[in-house]
């Protein structure tokens, strides 16, 4: 990971990143990032949060008139937001969007990780937040902190590779929503 960064110095470059599905839990960004930084509610317009068929997390994508609430996580490092790119895999992309501050409708231009394949017939529906907390989030923080062991290894997994072993080897096979 050399030219990364190492440490925060002065000269280095702060991101917002808004998070919309597993990163909205507290729990999942300790495990990647060991803190959880300071965010604000934040609604981006112009988006649709889908579920994803054989997935427990969600992906956005643009659709004129819809909007999805989540949280903008605020101050995230180059060193972080290499972590989250590395997370996010190459199922996303990122990209800079506008959201809308609830706390103080301020408009913000942000990262947000947008799905990779517009045309995936794999999303349905809309994924639900609190259903995932109370049916997914446990097993998923247990993931996350094994993709980051794993991310430590030169030879690493991604993070797809790690969720699906990671589902397997424990005999779940998430089911939709």
Do not use: C
């Given at each position: ?12 470059n702060l991101h ?38 054989g997935r427990v ?75 995932w907390k109370r ?43």
């Amino acid at each position: 990971m050399s030219g990364i960064g190492s440490g925060l110095s002065q000269s280095q470059n702060l991101h917002n990143v808004f998070v919309y599905g597993s990163l909205m839990a507290d729990d999942v960004v300790r495990a990647l990032l060991n803190r959880v930084p300071g965010s604000s509610f934040a609604i981006l317009n112009g988006f649709h949060r889908f579920s994803i068929k054989g997935r427990v997390y969600p992906a956005i994508l643009p659709v004129e008139s819809k909007k999805v609430a989540g949280r903008v996580l605020k101050d995230i490092t180059d060193p972080e937001l290499y972590i989250l790119d590395e997370f996010e895999d190459v199922e996303y992309k990122r990209r800079t969007v506008e959201v809308s501050l609830l706390d103080s409708s301020e408009n913000l231009p942000v990262h947000a990780y947008v799905w990779a394949d517009k045309d995936d017939p794999n999303l349905y529906g809309e994924w639900d937040f609190e259903e995932w907390k109370r049916v997914h989030k446990d097993d998923f923080v247990k993931m996350t902190a094994g993709f980051m062991e794993e991310l430590e290894v030169p030879e690493s997994k991604s993070r797809v590779a790690a969720y699906e072993s990671f589902y397997d080897q424990n005999g779940d096979n998430p089911q939709e929503s």
